[in-house]
């Protein structure tokens, strides 16, 4: 489908899809997506386009400002936007992008998620280039009439969101200090130690390494403790007979009572019970 908007140029394409109830229920779904060449004079300007916005610049530059705040996206760059608020963007000069309108599933879960993560909704990624061809499939899809299941179509995109959560750290020294840090705090599991220790163990101060732990993994230093330390929990209590003091002892805590409330509020059962019920 051609685009005469101002500012789109020749050899741009678009295509629209609507979702059957089903897919807008439980499932991710595309109602629009396209290449754009724009030129001066493209504009776009929103109050609520009812979905989220994927994309990524082949060449030139894009302008995008939402939620109270203006960013640019250049070359290789790759965006999420929330069209549900307010959004305006713009081209600079003559640009070329991909884009995809989504919806469904968890969607917004997904954008707060990657934008915590890169600090903003234009971002670099170290797996650009797959998701670049990740999109130019799904536009070939539309292209050549490819008929893709409203299933396949879901997954694709799951896909997607999945692969931007991947890689935020920015090669593989930080990769192997985090690693060695988590290690850390593996193997001192039956200790109550500090955020400053852990930071410590790779020489990083502790407002760095939290950023940079949470960057990569999506949360905390404290909640991949707290979470590993159920984990080891939840094998102790199903594989000895351990008392429940004894377990809260030898995954860091020091009061049973605090170890049967972070039990139960992260799995929905108190230790005891927890023990009783069959796998």
């Not at 230093?221 to 984990?231: G, H, T, V, W």
Request: aromatic letters at 14%; glycine letters at 6%; hydrophobic letters at 35%.
């Amino acid at each position: 489908m051609r685009c005469e908007d101002p500012g789109i140029g020749s050899g741009s394409e678009m295509f629209v899809d609507t979702p059957s109830e089903f897919a807008r229920q439980a499932l991710y779904y595309i109602t629009s997506c396209g290449r754009f060449f724009t030129e001066y004079g493209y504009e776009i300007q929103r109050e609520n386009y009812h979905n989220h916005m994927l994309f990524y610049i082949l060449n030139g530059r894009l302008s995008v400002t939402c939620e109270g705040r203006t960013m640019v996206a250049e070359k290789d760059e790759i965006g999420f936007i929330n069209c549900h608020v307010p959004h305006e963007y713009h081209t600079i000069g003559n640009t070329e992008f991909l884009w995809v309108h989504l919806e469904g599933g968890n969607t917004n879960r997904f954008y707060q998620h990657i934008l915590s993560r890169y600090g903003g909704f234009v971002f670099q990624h170290p797996c650009k280039a797959e998701f670049q061809t990740m999109l130019l499939q799904l536009l070939s899809s539309y292209q050549t009439g490819q008929f893709f299941t409203e299933a396949e179509k879901s997954q694709r995109l799951y896909t997607m969101l999945m692969r931007l959560l991947d890689g935020a750290a920015n090669g593989n020294k930080e990769q192997s200090v985090l690693e060695t840090a988590a290690q850390f705090m593996r193997t001192n599991i039956s200790k109550p130690v500090t955020l400053q220790e852990i930071a410590a163990s790779v020489n990083m101060s502790h407002y760095h390494f939290s950023r940079l732990f949470k960057k990569a993994y999506g949360y905390s230093p404290y909640e991949y403790l707290l979470l590993a330390r159920i984990n080891k929990a939840k094998h102790l209590l199903k594989t000895t007979d351990l008392p429940i003091k004894t377990v809260a002892q030898q995954v860091g805590y020091l009061n049973a009572s605090t170890f049967s409330s972070v039990f139960t509020a992260k799995v929905g059962l108190p230790p005891k019970t927890f023990r009783s019920c069959p796998l």
